[in-house]
């Protein structure tokens, strides 16, 4: 089987379909795999660096008003497609799944031009105008919210790396607090805000670092390569406050924790479900209000808090946070039931899917 992912941009369209990607590789060692991208993109480390072909294609970005781009964007658009066409004949493509992002486009229209099966995967509650557009050209649309307005939308959830998925945060909780320099008894408050940090978390959870010691709370907080946030140090033997700049053992840092403050992202919340650790969410203040709809199903099923970005500070994190954390009973109802929300196998799931569409594609053309 020849499959061609398009999910290029952000890691949010990047990680899932390299989550597919190796469970098609899993059940099939032979299964062929081109990733499609732009040399903009995360794609141009994330996919090499996890052993998968990168194919790029010029970049398209849609403007989504009505400015003086627009007019340079049919020709873009159409050098993108003919490009993606070729990487389809190429590989002889047996189906084209999009996740979503600037390749997504150019990538379903090359793959209705080649007539190639298209699925489309879409993680956020509101689809994208890629999404949009690829589900009008298939019957097979995988979503990871109930609600999802895209037609012939099927619920599979948003595939992840094995080692999230398969993680033990208990059997691993002692090992992963040693392996970051923690204490393995006291409780422990994981702070993330993506690849880059999140300076508004930054800033009252490092204001709100003595009341975490007074309270026998230890931090370990991932501040982003280029932050100048730095609590003072903390008196040998005490609660720690650990600052690293980037982690790339994020299941370590989800064992190492009992509970989490981030924002609200699509994969932050399907892993942190699926991994049943409770979380402080946080969504970004702009864009269209995505991520408050990601968190709030877990929040509302127990899993966790919801707080805007403008209510955040030290303050707030002293009166509402802390108490959490200093009540295990609670914080084990947390976890459970943020972990009802999750779901480990999405990969798979997806996975099936794309075997059942290429199998029904090549009966109808051996039927013809």
């Keep these: 089987m020849r499959v061609v992912l398009a999910g290029g941009g952000t890691a949010g369209h990047i990680e899932p379909a390299l989550a597919l990607a190796d469970a098609l590789r899993r059940h099939d060692p032979n299964t062929g795999i081109v990733c499609l991208g732009t040399e903009r993109g995360l794609e141009t480390r994330l996919v090499p660096q996890r052993g998968y072909e990168l194919a790029l294609i010029p970049p398209v970005p849609l403007p989504r008003t009505l400015t003086p781009q627009l007019l340079s964007v049919p020709g873009r658009l159409r050098g993108a497609i003919n490009a993606a066409a070729g990487v389809l004949d190429q590989m002889q493509a047996d189906v084209l799944v999009g996740f979503g992002g600037y390749v997504a486009t150019p990538g379903y229209l090359a793959a209705r031009k080649r007539k190639v099966p298209i699925i489309v995967h879409e993680a956020n509650p509101k689809p994208g105008l890629a999404n949009k557009l690829g589900a009008r050209f298939t019957d097979h649309v995988a979503v990871s919210h109930h609600d999802s307005p895209l037609p012939n939308a099927r619920f599979v959830g948003i595939p992840l790396r094995r080692d999230i998925a398969n993680l033990d945060r208990m059997a691993m909780g002692d090992k992963a607090r040693s392996y970051f320099g923690l204490l393995p008894e006291l409780p422990t408050l994981l702070i993330f805000g993506g690849s880059q940090g999140a300076r508004s978390l930054n800033r009252n959870a490092v204001a709100a670092a003595p009341a975490f ?50 924002r609200a992202g699509a994969m932050t919340c399907a892993e942190l479900s699926a991994v049943a650790l409770p979380a402080v969410y946080v969504p970004l203040p702009i864009g269209n209000g995505e991520q408050r709809l990601n968190a709030e199903p877990i929040v509302q099923n127990g899993g966790g808090l919801l707080v805007d970005d403008a209510e955040l500070s030290p303050e707030w994190i002293a009166g509402h946070l802390i108490p959490i954390l200093r009540d295990p009973a609670r914080v084990a109802n947390m976890s459970e039931a943020a972990g009802r929300m999750g779901r480990r196998d999405a990969d798979v799931a997806l996975a099936r899917m794309v075997y059942d569409v290429v199998r029904a594609a090549h009966q109808q053309g051996q039927g013809r």
């Excluded at 709370?217 to 033997?237: C, M």
């Excluded at 980037?246 to 009992?258: G, S």
Aim: aromatic share 6%; with cysteine.
């Design 213 to 262: 010691r007074a309270a026998g709370i230890q931090v370990l907080h991932i501040v982003g390569p280029k932050n100048t946030e730095v609590p003072d140090p903390a008196p040998a033997g005490g609660p720690q406050y650990v600052t690293i700049p980037y982690c790339d053992r994020m299941d370590l840092a989800y064992a190492a924790a009992d509970m989490a403050m981030c």
